[in-house]
């Protein structure tokens, strides 16, 4: 079994991939080849970032927002309903 590839070097790995893109210097065999591990990267960081996502909100325990609707607005919300007992 091969050893699990971990997120931050799966992004280089694209980030790479996409710099021979632009270069334009492939072959189409070559291109079809870097399109099928992009996509292949792309799955596993996507599936890696909702697992963040989820760890993070189990902490939280706050329902998800859309990032879309958090660029909206100005402060985070934050929950007030947690407070430290005065002793």
């Known amino acids: ?3 699990k590839i971990k997120f ?3 992004l280089k790995k694209l980030e790479k991939i996409v710099e021979q893109f632009e270069k334009d210097e492939l072959s189409l065999e070559e291109l079809t080849g870097k399109y099928e591990e992009g996509m292949k990267l792309i799955n596993f960081c996507g599936e890696e970032l909702s697992k963040a996502e989820n760890k993070i909100e189990m902490f939280v325990g706050k329902k998800k927002v859309p990032f879309e609707e958090c660029k909206k607005n100005d402060s ?3 929950d007030t309903s ?5 002793k």
């Open 76 to 78: 985070p919300q934050v």
């Open 82 to 86: 947690i407070r430290k007992k005065s």
């Open 1 to 3: 079994m091969a050893p």
């Open 8 to 10: 931050e070097a799966a």
